[in-house]
């Protein structure tokens, strides 16, 4: 599986309530809060993003709150990977049950920068960033977390593999 796009780059500690305002947590529905994912931190990143591309962030990315809201507003806004030196844990496992991938790699994180176009292979966890021709080694995802992502979420995934 390989998701290609342009990054949007941020920094250290990008904490859930700049990915999602608390004051939008009044609802659950992707597309409503794809809406104003990251307009505390970039406000015009709604209009910016394309489907496809990726943000890049330095360390401790999703930290804050434990709700699935953040991750799920960066899936509907578009973006088909986050890339970033650490995630915060509980937003690792958001990420993953709700289908968006995510891939720590601290040297890709420190070195692509806004605009730059990337290629993200999950089965090898190659980061080959297309502008620079640089490339970058990853954790692959392990089979089973693909599946997951693929069928867009844990719980589309559960449904599928053991339907009666």
Same mark, same amino acid.
């Given at each position: 599986?390989?998701?290609?796009?342009?990054?949007?780059? #941020?920094?250290?500690?990008? @904490?859930? @309530?700049?990915?999602?305002?608390?004051? #939008?947590?009044?609802?659950?529905?992707?597309?409503? &809060?794809?809406?104003?994912?990251?307009?505390?931190?970039?406000?015009?990143?709604?209009?910016?993003?394309?489907?496809?591309?990726?943000?890049?962030?330095?360390?401790?990315?999703?930290?804050?709150?434990?709700?699935?809201?953040?991750?799920?507003?960066?899936?509907?806004?578009?973006?088909?990977?986050?890339?970033?030196?650490?995630?915060?844990?509980?937003f690792y496992r958001n990420a993953i049950n709700i289908g968006l991938?995510?891939?720590?790699?601290?040297?890709?994180?420190?070195?692509?920068?806004?605009?730059?176009?990337? &290629?993200? @292979?999950? @089965?090898?966890?190659?980061?080959?960033?297309?502008?620079?021709?640089?490339?970058?080694?990853?954790?692959?995802?392990?089979?089973?977390?693909?599946?997951?992502?693929?069928?867009?979420? &844990?719980?589309?995934?559960?449904?599928?593999?053991?339907?009666?």
């Amino acid at each position: 599986m390989q998701v290609h796009g342009m990054v949007h780059k #941020y920094g250290n500690n990008v @904490d859930t @309530d700049v990915i999602i305002p608390a004051r #939008y947590l009044n609802s659950s529905d992707g597309k409503e &809060l794809a809406k104003h994912c990251m307009e505390d931190i970039d406000k015009e990143f709604v209009q910016k993003v394309t489907p496809g591309d990726i943000i890049v962030a330095g360390k401790n990315f999703g930290c804050g709150s434990s709700r699935e809201h953040a991750p799920l507003s960066i899936k509907c806004a578009g973006i088909s990977c986050v890339i970033a030196e650490t995630f915060a844990r509980i937003f690792y496992r958001n990420a993953i049950n709700i289908g968006l991938p995510i891939i720590e790699c601290p040297e890709a994180a420190k070195e692509i920068e806004s605009q730059d176009k990337v &290629l993200i @292979d999950f @089965d090898s966890g190659i980061i080959y960033n297309q502008t620079k021709n640089t490339q970058y080694k990853g954790q692959a995802f392990p089979e089973f977390m693909q599946k997951i992502i693929k069928t867009e979420g &844990l719980m589309n995934y559960i449904n599928q593999t053991y339907k009666d």
